[in-house]
């Protein structure tokens, strides 16, 4: 067996939590899990007391429909809800709410591009929606051997989307859940934080030898909460399989778990089928009817995707692979950017090098995203006209950006209340460098002498000495005619 080459076999299943205000079948809020103390938005529905029952929450559906049509599935006209029983202290009722038979959404794909250029198109089996569970906090140790109960997030709405077994390696896999992450944070219905725990994944790995088709027994690795994270489990538990087999060892069906600090994956229990669940229709909650005409609302409400904006910004607008691809990753830096672009009028480009590099610098010194900057879009395209223009230097434009980003204020009055209007009047700035010269002989002779790289430092004297205000085209013009003079 070891002269045989084993290639993987995956699938994904997303579960998202949903951005509704309440949860999926009470009216409890739906808060941050990184704030608010330990159960205190929960209910008689949530925590599973007797009698209590449960409502459908309507925007969760519509949430749920809009990430189906995004995935190009379809969608049941008739589907209900299901128990799925098992037991869990994260599950007070003993079972959880989901969608077992005529899932919402089912039979879709995503296309996934990856590094090495190529595209596949990944299987998308359903998108389901069912209630998360509770927090669980583990603590362990010599006094300490129990485990605490969050019900905060309990019967908050989640979407799992399961995908077929049709990724070949790690690298697709994590393309696709990045692909994943920015269709749910384009349409508004997930903010992809992964490290607060609003979308996790779970991979079911199997192996085979290379060429082969069957699938072969799967493991699953349960709650990995990062791309890092995905990759390095599903890489080492594709390594540990591996090594059994050509060992002669049997693969075990088993649910397992990451434990980053030893970098290796551990069993947590048996690996459950369907039929271990024992699903049967949630008897409070009676099939309903999904109206074409919700769905066709619901379609009209679905923005461009990034990979449809990524492509026009290059067709359109004739930004490079790169310029596009930074441009479009997030839906609110697209959008800022479009609008300045209409409001500058001239060249995208333009308005793109400044996005790509002084916005992004700025933002990322302060650790902030789009959403922080105060700076309207016409704001931002009025500053970059005036540079344009010539009626403000770059740098200067560049010093005033980076306090109107976060106060909002007009660039161009800031401009002008500082003074930073540019000079450009010949007389003016002949002037300024006669007196650089004048201050500053020796490197002037050592100019005159054939050290030319002292022109640079020259340069920057003068623009010193109008306080960054001189225009650098009219700076560089009449000091190489001043120098050439005195040369002759």
Same mark, same amino acid.
């Given at each position: 067996?070891? @002269? ?29 899990? !990184? ?5 205190? /938005? ?8 007797? @009698?209590? !029952?449960?409502?459908? +929450? ?5 949430? %749920? ?10 969608? =049941?006209?008739?589907?209900?809800? /299901? ?12 079972? *959880?709410?989901? *969608? ?5 959404? =089912? ?9 090495? @250029?190529? &595209? ?12 998360? &569970?509770?927090?669980?906090? =583990? ?50 219905? +997930? ?21 082969? &088709? ?60 369907? =039929? ?23 379609? %009209? ?54 996005? &790509? ?37 770059? +740098? ?80 560089? *013009? ?9 040369? @002759?």
């Amino acid at each position: 067996m070891s @002269g045989v080459r084993y290639e993987p076999v995956l699938g994904l299943e997303i579960h998202a939590e949903l951005m509704t205000a309440t949860k999926m079948f009470c009216a409890c809020p739906v808060i941050d899990p !990184l704030s608010g103390d330990p159960n205190t /938005a929960i209910c008689p529905v949530c925590t599973g007391l007797p @009698g209590a !029952l449960p409502v459908i +929450n309507q925007t969760a559906l519509e949430m %749920a429909i809009k990430v189906g049509l995004a995935l190009n599935c379809s969608i =049941h006209e008739t589907t209900w809800f /299901a128990r799925k029983n098992y037991f869990y202290p994260d599950l007070p009722k003993g079972y *959880q709410i989901s *969608q077992f038979d005529n899932p919402v959404c =089912h039979d879709g794909y995503v296309d996934v591009e990856l590094k090495d @250029g190529r &595209t596949r198109r990944i299987r998308v089996r359903r998108a389901h929606l069912e209630e998360d &569970t509770a927090k669980l906090t =583990h603590l362990e140790g010599a006094s300490k051997d129990y485990s605490l109960a969050d019900y905060n997030r309990s019967s908050v709405p989640l979407l799992e989307i399961v995908t077929e077994p049709d990724f070949a390696s790690v690298e697709e896999a994590v393309a696709f859940g990045t692909k994943i992450r920015s269709i749910l944070r384009y349409l508004g219905v +997930n903010t992809g934080d992964m490290e607060k725990g609003v979308l996790r994944f779970e991979a079911n790995i199997s192996v085979r030898p290379k060429g082969t &088709t069957e699938l072969n027994t799967r493991t699953e690795i349960k709650n990995l909460n990062s791309f890092g994270t995905l990759e390095a489990a599903a890489t080492r538990e594709i390594a540990r399989q591996i090594d059994l087999v050509r060992a002669g060892k049997t693969i075990r069906q088993a649910t397992l778990g990451w434990d980053a600090d030893k970098g290796d994956v551990y069993s947590m229990r048996r690996k459950e089928d369907a =039929h271990d669940y024992r699903y049967f229709p949630e008897p409070d909650l009676p099939p309903f009817k999904v109206a074409r005409a919700l769905v066709e609302k619901i379609r %009209a409400t679905v923005p461009e995707l990034e990979d449809a904006k990524r492509a026009r910004f290059m067709t359109e607008l004739g930004l490079s692979a790169y310029d596009a691809g930074v441009l479009s990753v997030e839906r609110p830096v697209a959008e800022y950017f479009e609008a300045a672009v209409q409001a500058f009028g001239g060249s995208p480009k333009t308005v793109a090098n400044w996005m &790509t590099g002084e916005v992004f610098r700025l933002l990322k010194d302060k650790g902030l995203d789009i959403a922080a900057v105060k700076t309207t879009p016409e704001q931002f395209a009025a500053l970059i006209k005036l540079v344009e223009a010539k009626k403000v230097n770059a +740098n200067s434009a560049k010093d005033v950006l980076k306090d109107v980003l976060a106060t909002g204020e007009d660039p161009a009055a800031v401009i002008k209340a500082r003074g930073l209007e540019a000079v450009s009047d010949a007389g003016e700035i002949a002037a300024i460098i006669a007196g650089v010269l004048a201050a500053n002989q020796t490197q002037v002779q050592q100019y005159l002498g054939g050290k030319e790289t002292v022109f640079n430092s020259l340069f920057g004297l003068v623009m010193k000495a109008s306080k960054g205000k001189a225009s650098p085209d009219v700076v560089r *013009q009449l000091l190489t005619e001043r120098l050439a003079a005195l040369r @002759g």
